[in-house]
């Protein structure tokens, strides 16, 4: 079986790349960078790659439930993307532990004072949540949300490899219900694990669709990001079972959940702007008033390149047309991440140089490093999947 080797130039690349992050992180406390924005940046490119690596779980599971054939032939690169969610949720764990011991200050919801009403920074309208924002019940959905999804994306690879050492049907059927339990807890748990990790950043504010968009940009990114490595297996001499039609059928989900991000960021600003209270405007005030251009650009790079660009059948099928939409989409809702973790955290002081730049591109080569490695561990294709075949022989 076809196996993948990591070349001395990926490895040379990766190991650059995290010595980039490692020198940005030095040179950030050196040259006297806050705490806050180091922190605030952890946050952002721990929480970026971990969407990346969940999506891959939850595209699997889609193909699992749904008994799909055509992605078969894709799953172990799906597979090695996913392999960063144990990484990823160790990254968040500690975002989340130095914060609970004021270490940081990203969500100021976690500061006692706020609850007392002897105290002289009390916050009536923090106070107020405080049944749902407090440490022990924090803590106790961060544990079962980052748990759960390391124990499904160890239970699928685990799975796949015995699948590929015996015949039949069981573990294929086991894949099955692992996916549909996934999908269940995942539609209930994602949206909940995004209110506190990125949105009670903003503690006075919310939105009921603030969950959906985030994880469309999840997806999106993870769409992306595995359609630009398929590229690249290519691209080596790999995936000779991967033909065009598989890799339109990635350009077609890049289009699609582009469009489904797309309105979800409009709906979600239009209905705000639109009713103009106070309590929901103040969100968007803060990003227009110190980031406007960078908001309107989001949504620029995020829905006109992917739109206009991928809507012909023949531009899903152009393996150059993909790379460059794809780069710009990855870069961009890296961008949209970071407009919902700055203002909150740095307020109007936060700013786009070479501490975010080197760190982000410091956390993509470990991501790489992760993904790489995960790959070079098993055959690039699988076996004894009753729909290997009919994945190969993919026409449309």
């Not at 914060?99 to 990203?106: A, D, K, M, T, Y």
């Not at 992306?224 to 995936?239: A, N, V």
């Amino acid at each position: 079986m076809e196996t993948f080797t990591i070349s001395d130039r990926a490895k040379k690349t990766t190991y650059a790349l995290i010595a980039i992050g490692l020198l940005a992180l030095i040179a950030g406390i050196a040259t006297g960078v806050s705490g806050q924005r180091i922190w605030a940046n952890v946050l952002i490119n721990g929480f970026f790659f971990f969407g990346i690596a969940l999506a891959a779980i939850f595209m699997m599971s889609m193909q699992y439930a749904a008994e799909a054939a055509w992605g078969t032939v894709l799953k172990r690169v799906f597979e090695g993307v996913s392999a960063f969610v144990p990484v990823g949720a160790g990254v968040i764990f500690l975002v989340l532990l130095v914060g609970s011991f004021h270490g940081h200050h990203l969500y100021h919801w976690m500061d006692p004072n706020l609850y007392d009403p002897n105290s002289e920074h009390y916050d009536e309208v923090i106070a107020g949540k405080h049944g749902y924002l407090n440490l022990p019940f924090f803590w106790a959905r961060a544990i079962l949300f980052l748990g759960f999804y390391t124990i499904i994306q160890r239970t699928f690879r685990k799975r796949s490899l015995e699948e590929d050492a015996g015949a039949g049907l069981d573990y294929h059927k086991k894949n099955i219900t692992t996916a549909a339990i996934f999908l269940v807890f995942f539609g209930f748990l994602s949206p909940v694990a995004i209110w506190d990790w990125i949105m009670s950043i903003d503690t006075h504010w919310y939105s009921t669709l603030f969950g959906w968009y985030t994880f469309a940009g999840m997806w999106i990114s993870g769409i992306t990001f595995t359609t630009l490595l398929i590229l690249y297996l290519k691209r080596k001499g790999h995936l000779a079972q991967v033909n065009e039609n598989h890799l339109h059928d990635m350009g077609k989900w890049m289009f699609a959940i582009s469009c489904l991000w797309s309105y979800m960021w409009f709906f979600q600003f239009m209905l705000i702007w639109y009713a103009n209270i106070p309590e929901e405007v103040t969100y968007y005030q803060a990003r227009l008033a110190d980031y406007k251009f960078l908001f309107f650009a989001i949504f620029a790079i995020n829905f006109i390149f992917p739109f206009f660009l991928l809507m012909d059948r023949e531009a899903k099928r152009n393996t150059g047309l993909l790379v460059f939409v794809g780069i710009l989409v990855f870069i961009g809702h890296w961008l949209d991440l970071y407009l919902m973790v700055t203002p909150g955290t740095l307020k109007s002081e936060g700013i786009l140089n070479w501490f975010e730049i080197g760190l982000a591109l410091g956390f993509f080569g470990l991501f790489l490093f992760v993904v790489f490695n995960a790959l070079s561990k098993a055959p690039l294709v699988v076996k004894n999947h009753p729909y290997l075949e009919e994945s190969i022989h993919l026409n449309q």
